[in-house]
Structure formats: structure tokens, C-alpha cells
């Protein structure tokens, strides 16, 4: 069984940081890009990053470029987005996500697996 698993999210103020993990099992991220999409309340899911097999190519929303990376340890199963300078309209649940095939992409589509998401909040 494939399982997606988000951490690091919470509470923080505006302008703070955050890093968001996303482990799996029953999967391996080796060859996959993995991508980070958010949603906040009452909005649609929206791309915020992607990286693709090899980690050599990123891709980010223009909202968050400059402000969050993203990572990937293929060792560990793991990628992650680090997120700094954080703002009000940061606040979402983020969610992780895996594709079979290597090439990043910024259509939540075109993704097989996906994590239980992880809150983010940030105050003034």
C-alpha cells in the first residue's frame, strides 16, 4: 500500500519559515517527480512547486519563487519544500505528490499518489 506522509506544517508568523517532509512507503520516489500543491479554504487546489527524477529541474508558482525550495533525498524517500519569508495568503494545507513518470509538471492531473496534506497557518 502507497502511503504519502506530510510533516513540519503549523503555526508560524508571518515573514517565519517552515519545512515541510513528505515520506513514503510502498514507494519509491527514485525516478518520480514528486510535486508540492496547496489549497486553502474555500479555493481550488493550486501548484506551488515540482522537481523532477534526477532533482535537475524545479518549477515553482510565481506566487512562491524566491521564497520556497524545493528538495529532493531519494536516500531518505523524502522531498521537501522549504518555505521562507512566509505570508498571510501562504496559509493552506499542502500536499505532497508522486508521479510514475519523471518529468515535472504543474497539472495536480497529472500525479498518481498523494499525502493526507499538512496545515499551514500564518498570522500577522
Known amino acids: 500500500q502507497v502511503q504519502l506522509v506530510e510533516s513540519g506544517g503549523g503555526l508560524v508568523q508571518a515573514g517565519g519559515s517552515l519545512r515541510l517532509s513528505c515520506a513514503a512507503s510502498g514507494l519509491t520516489f527514485r525516478g518520480r517527480a514528486l510535486g508540492w500543491f496547496r489549497q486553502a479554504s474555500g479555493k481550488e487546489r493550486e501548484f506551488v512547486s515540482a522537481?523532477?527524477?534526477?532533482?535537475?529541474?524545479?518549477d515553482y508558482a510565481d506566487s512562491v519563487k524566491g521564497r520556497f525550495t524545493i528538495s529532493r533525498d531519494n536516500t531518505k524517500n523524502t522531498v521537501y519544500l522549504q518555505m521562507n519569508s512566509l505570508k498571510l495568503e501562504d496559509t493552506a494545507v499542502y500536499y505532497c505528490?508522486?508521479?510514475?513518470?519523471?518529468?515535472?509538471?504543474?497539472?495536480?492531473?497529472?500525479?498518481?499518489?498523494w499525502g493526507q496534506g499538512t496545515q499551514v497557518t500564518v498570522s500577522s
Open positions: 505528490a508522486a508521479r510514475l513518470g519523471g518529468v515535472d509538471s504543474n497539472r495536480w492531473s497529472a500525479y498518481d499518489f
Open positions: 522537481v523532477n527524477w534526477s532533482g535537475g529541474s524545479t
